[in-house]
């Protein structure tokens, strides 16, 4: 198979790669089931889109009215192989009917094997690596901070303005955004430092990637100690802090300087991993070789399932027991995980990211010099962002983008926001996206930005 017809193969044959409204949004179905929730779902778990999925597949979410969007989110970045691929479901199918579930801590099987070793053979660094499989990205970098804790006997951590990490107690305190993560939810793990990152944008005069690492060393050596550091924790391109892609120079003299001081450097790559960026993960772009390297999101096609993987004297410091959960590495996961891992690969989805990039940016870009309310277009692959902020400043302007997404949601396309102002339009299309289909969500996009700038 070509890549390009193993492209086409993970797109559902039956759904219609289009967008169509057929009724007012949200529907009478999707108001219906609106109704219903506020009086079963938690208030405190909220939705982007104001319509419910029956199908999606391929760049198309279909609605219970019947109303295709174009999804312009892939589940935050986790169908990048798209959705329902084929490939997946009879993966998924095959294993359900073999068995749902033993505990691999009970009884072991391949599955889980086949999945630690295809992320030794993925991952950066040709180095004698090991995994853990969990349930989610914050269980991951819980993990890693645990592996690199006991690997090193020391107790700080590190992690950065702008991060993301998580909601569990661990991930929430190393998260840096408190509305709506953190606010009310304390006290927090203690032992979680948080320094300076480099965001180009909002420097207060441009700095090098390496002097912006500089600052930060400075900090953590002054501030904390280097002998007192177990591990700096960075997402390569920070992604809910606002697909913030720090100047170049900055993580290789990161990661120089973490492993001259016996300090694990790990990569969250949760949202940037599995081709998003254009290459398999993002650290890449650079050569960094991440001790610790964790895992989730594009992982597994849509399954839950997340993993730290890393150099096997680190991983191997933990005593046996330390590290598991009744449903980590289950196999239904691992199968669509072992699926998606071979699409990524037949497909050369990381190479279907750059052409993604090639397709937005300079699109975005050109409507950016129309429109002073973009102060940046950046990102890399397919993790694309437009920052929005008051023309002439930098002021941030999160109703701006908010109204845009919501103008996208009402034509019929899915943008996200993001962004520690929560002024970030985010772009995560599937990897599978149709090119006509994307130059149609962009002409929505771009209407949707030029009405706003008014
Ligand atoms: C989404 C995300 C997490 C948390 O993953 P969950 O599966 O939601 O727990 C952690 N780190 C990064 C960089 C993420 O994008």
Not at 232 to 248: D, K, M, S, W
Not at 346 to 359: C, N, T, V
Not at 384 to 401: F, K
Request: one cysteine or more.
């Amino acid at each position: 198979m070509t890549p390009e017809s193993a492209l086409s193969s993970l797109i559902p044959a039956d759904l219609p790669q289009r967008r169509q409204l057929v009724t007012p949004i949200p529907g009478p179905r999707s108001a219906e089931l609106a109704a219903r929730r506020a009086t079963s779902v938690a208030a405190g778990v909220s939705s982007s889109l104001p319509v419910y999925v029956e199908r999606a597949g391929g760049g198309v979410i279909q609605d219970v009215d019947g109303n295709s969007f174009i999804d312009l989110g892939a589940g935050i970045a986790v169908t990048s192989v798209g959705n329902a691929a084929p490939a997946v479901v009879a993966a998924v199918a095959r294993q359900a009917q073999d068995f749902t579930h033993t505990c691999f801590m009970v009884g072991p099987y391949e599955e889980y094997i086949a999945v630690c070793e295809q992320l030794a053979r993925l991952t950066p660094g040709t180095h004698a690596k090991r995994s853990v499989l969990v349930n989610s990205g914050a269980e991951a970098v819980e993990n890693a901070v645990k592996i690199a804790r006991s690997a090193t006997g020391r107790p700080a951590v590190v992690v950065f303005d702008h991060a993301y990490h998580g909601r569990t107690n661990l991930t929430m305190a190393m998260t840096a955004k408190a509305m709506p993560y953190k606010s009310g939810f304390g006290p927090f793990a203690g032992e979680v430092y948080r320094a300076p990152v480099s965001y180009p944008l909002r420097e207060a005069a441009p700095i090098t990637g390496e002097q912006a690492a500089a600052r930060t060393i400075s900090m953590i050596e002054k501030q904390i100690g280097a002998d007192q550091v177990a591990a700096v924790v960075i997402e390569p391109i920070l992604g809910e802090g606002g697909f913030i892609v720090p100047a170049r120079g900055f993580l290789p003299a990161l990661s120089a300087w973490c492993t001259a001081n016996g300090v694990v450097f790990v990569a969250d790559e949760i949202q940037t991993g599995f081709a998003r960026t254009g290459t398999m993960f993002a650290c890449e772009d650079e050569g960094v070789v991440p001790d610790l390297i964790t895992l989730a999101k594009g992982i597994g096609g849509g399954l839950p399932l997340a993993a730290v993987t890393g150099r096997a004297d680190l991983m191997d410091a933990v005593h046996t027991g330390g590290l598991g959960g009744t449903f980590g590495g289950n196999p239904v996961a691992c199968a669509a995980a072992l699926a998606t891992f071979e699409a990524y690969e037949s497909a050369d989805l990381a190479g279907a990211a750059r052409a993604i990039e090639a397709q937005v940016v300079p699109r975005l870009r050109s409507i950016a010099e129309r429109a002073p309310q973009i102060a940046e277009v950046r990102g890399r692959g397919a993790m694309i962002a437009i920052e929005l902020v008051r023309p002439g400043t930098l002021e941030p302007d999160a109703a701006e983008a908010g109204r845009v997404a919501r103008e996208c949601a009402a034509q019929g396309v899915l943008v996200l926001t993001c962004g520690t102002y929560g002024n970030v339009i985010r772009l995560l299309p599937p990897l599978v996206i149709p090119p006509e289909l994307l130059d149609d969500a962009l002409d929505v996009l771009e209407s949707a930005l030029m009405s706003v700038v008014r």
